[in-house]
């Protein structure tokens, strides 16, 4: 009714109406027709009317609902594609990480994977470089050092802070006996051969007990137990190490005769106590190491061995009473120390270790014939130009009787020349220890020496004396 208003008044539009016949939603465009009078509406089903636009919008829909479709398996490729890589250099990392600097990843894929591919396996190259060359540093400063040392250098954020602390210690010192003396006519090279050998057996030794090597000087070995690690049974560690490298002097000796070098012979000291250890120099020379009066002490001690021996202080003995089976004990008198101190020679450890040291080679045996010899004083290891004649009436192939005119006080130590029939002092010379004088005949002394070192040439002599001597007593029998 309105519209049919709006015609009449001649009046124009565009309205949504439903269709008159069937009812169906339509639009009804009306206008005027000039002068008439009349009004014209036309009516179009909404559904002829945008016929198009729904075909087109339904082909708009399957259009987008492919490409979406399409996107979405073009997504997944890619993102299969990023991933798979991704997750390859995930795990690459883990084993990365885990330690394994050789793994590589496949320099494929999207120009930016190619490219992050490619700069993991160069970072890969790069590590390797530098674990072989901290390796390399590690391994060349652990010939110096003690392997849990340079781990302490390299890994603590104070490793190479200089201080100490007090800290209860096992001490080993060792020292050849007559090294300096037996290789005085060597050519360098053969000397460094001589005591590259000896050296090699005793660290490795040394490393096998965990010990940390404080000094080599010449044939001279200085060496702790219990730090930097704290080790609660360091003198029984100690103890072992010593009986360890004086039965390896055998192994060693055996090949030094078969290369024509002197017969060696090794004291060792172990001396247990609180010292000071830790870095100790400068900021641009330092080393880890102990010091004290213990130190001292110890060297002392090593003073009074003789080769074949390890001698343990009180303060190690006290620590491992029923483990240690100790032969000699006796009394010396150390400079600087008030009171006479008692030492005690080991000769092994009991269950569960079974350590031993051998009998001490050779009997003592009369001979029928004394040995003529010069017998000079040795004193803060300088030889006296003071020569006394002395003859060798009992012997070993380790030590001897001496009996001379003059005087000779026990510990002191002495070089000793065989005379031939001529009275000329033959090639070589034998460095002794005496551990024992006695009032001889005649006013004279008799005192009875440990030999410390012979000359090549001296103990093919002494073993040919003795084995004679041995001989013509079997005969007898």
């Known amino acids: 009714r309105r519209v049919g208003r709006e015609m009449i008044r001649g009046s124009k539009g565009f309205v949504a109406v439903n269709d008159f016949v069937d009812g169906r939603r339509s639009f009804l465009c009306y206008a005027p027709l000039g002068s008439s009078g009349w009004s014209l509406g036309v009516i179009f089903p909404e559904t002829e009317l945008l016929a198009e636009v729904w075909a087109l919008t339904h082909k708009l829909l399957a259009m987008g609902l492919a490409g979406l479709i399409l996107l979405s398996v073009m997504v997944v490729f890619l993102a299969r594609s990023i ?20 793994v590589q990843v496949p320099e494929a894929g999207s120009r930016e994977i190619a490219k992050l591919a490619q700069s993991f396996n160069q970072l890969g190259c790069q590590l390797t470089e ?28 104070d490793g190479l802070a200089l201080g100490g602390e007090n800290r209860e210690l096992t001490i080993i010192m060792s020292d050849l006996r007559g090294f300096t003396a037996l290789t005085n006519d060597m050519e360098p090279e053969r000397v460094i051969t001589f005591l590259n050998r000896y050296l090699s057996k005793m660290i490795e030794i040394l490393m096998e007990h965990r010990a940390v090597i404080d000094e080599i000087i010449g ?5 702790f137990f219990g730090a930097p690690e704290p080790m609660e049974d360091h003198p029984l560690k100690a103890v ?3 009986l360890q490298m004086q039965l390896a002097m055998s192994e060693i000796n055996a ?11 090794m004291g060792i000291a172990v001396n247990s106590g609180n010292v000071v250890v830790g870095n100790i120099g400068s900021e641009r020379r330092a080393k880890y190491g102990v010091v004290g009066a213990l130190v001292n002490f110890t060297g002392r001690m090593e003073s009074y061995t003789v080769g074949g021996q390890v001698l343990v202080s009180p303060s190690t003995c006290a620590r491992l009473t029923g483990l240690i089976e100790v032969g000699d004990r006796f009394q010396v008198h150390m400079k600087g120390v008030p009171e006479p101190v008692t030492l005690y020679e080991v000769q092994g450890l009991g269950e ?19 040995l003529a010899v010069n017998l000079y004083h040795i004193k803060d290891k300088v030889v006296s130009g003071h020569t006394e004649n002395a003859w060798i009436t009992d012997l070993s192939l380790s030590s001897a009787i001496i009996a001379c005119k003059g005087s000779v006080l026990e510990w002191q130590d002495v ?7 001529q ?10 220890k005496v551990v024992s004088v006695k009032a001889g005949a005649d006013g004279g002394t008799e005192a009875m020496v440990r030999f410390t070192s012979v000359s090549p040439g001296i103990y093919q002599i002494i073993r040919r004396t003795v084995g004679q001597h041995e001989l013509n007593l079997n005969r007898q029998l």
């Not at 090949?255 to 012979?265: A, K, P, S, T």
């Open 83 to 102: 991933a798979r890589p991704l997750r390859t250099l995930a795990e690459t990392t883990s084993a990365l990480g885990h330690g394994d600097f050789t």
């Open 130 to 157: 530098y674990i072989e060359k901290r390796d390399f540093i590690r391994d060349t400063f652990g010939r110096y050092v003690t392997a849990e040392v340079v781990k302490r250098l390299m890994e603590s954020a």
């Open 219 to 223: 044939d001279g070995i200085l060496a």
């Open 240 to 242: 072992s190490c010593a």
């Open 255 to 265: 090949l030094n005769e078969i290369d024509g070098f002197g017969h060696l012979e």
């Open 352 to 370: 569960p270790h079974n350590i031993r040291l051998p009998a001490k080679s050779g009997t003592l045996t009369a001979l029928p014939r004394r």
């Open 415 to 421: 070089r000793l020349h065989l005379k031939d029939d």
């Open 423 to 432: 009275g000329k002092e033959e090639q070589g010379e034998i460095f002794a």
